[in-house]
Nanobody, 114 residues
């Protein structure tokens, strides 16, 4: 069984930075892609960033150049460094992994004040 635990959310002013962390238990971390999703109030959950097991990354267009996803395999942890935050980045951020079975963290709230 895989468990994902996120941390690092909070309230920040527009233009500020936050770093989210997601620590995984279980045996999938080193072999699976890790993803960050977010869900804004009244909107569908959207993929924000992904890092593969080979450290290839991909980003949603809206965050490209501002967010960085990276993983620390020795700590079973994936991070999302968020810079130049905008009001529209507000939402609950979820860590995700898996192929056939999908695993989700509990989510961490990010609120950007304008």
């Amino acid at each position: 069984q895989v468990q994902l635990v996120e941390s690092g959310g909070g309230l920040v002013q527009a233009g500020g930075s936050l770093r989210l962390s997601c620590t995984a238990s279980g045996s999938v971390f080193n072999t699976h892609a890790m993803r960050w999703y977010r869900q804004a109030p009244g909107k569908q959950r959207e993929l924000v960033a992904v890092v593969t097991s080979r450290d290839t990354t991909n980003y949603a267009y809206s965050v490209k150049g501002r967010f960085t996803i990276f993983r620390e395999n020795g700590k079973n942890t994936v991070y999302l460094q968020m810079n130049s935050l905008k009001f529209e980045d507000t939402g609950v951020y979820y860590c995700n992994t898996g192929l056939v079975n999908q695993y989700w963290g509990q989510g961490t709230q990010v609120t950007v004040s304008s």
